[in-house]
């Protein structure tokens, strides 16, 4: 069974950084496509990014230009970068990946969550 288990997050103060990691465990999988998604208080989830097998990305419109993703695929981890956050970026953040587990199934993934709270 494919797992994924987040780390990074935290307080900061407006307009600082952080880094989340997400790493996928598990044995004999393939993971497609990876992303973080956020959910704010009385939020749906949202996309934040995504980044597919071949290193094309998607941003959302609110973080283009602040946040960047990537992954290192030897490691099966995503990264997210943030920068210049603001107080509207506070959320719990979800990685996710879609996978063929070791049965050749195709399986939705998702983390725990990990709190980002940005101070104004």
């Known amino acids: 069974q494919v797992q994924l288990v987040e780390s990074g997050g935290g307080l900061v103060q407006a307009g600082g950084s952080l880094r989340l990691s997400c790493a996928a465990s598990g044995s004999s999988f393939s993971i497609n496509t990876m992303a973080w998604y956020r959910q704010a208080p009385g939020k749906q989830r949202e996309l934040v990014a995504e980044?597919?097998?071949?290193?094309?990305?998607k941003y959302a419109d609110a973080v283009k230009g602040r946040f960047t993703i990537s992954r290192d695929n030897a490691k099966n981890t995503v990264y997210l970068q943030m920068n210049s956050l603001k107080p509207e970026d506070t959320a719990v953040y979800y990685c996710y990946a879609d996978v063929f587990d070791e049965f050749h199934r195709y399986r939705e993934v998702w983390g725990q969550g990990t709190l980002v709270t940005v101070s104004s």
């Open positions: 980044i597919r097998n071949n290193g094309a990305t």
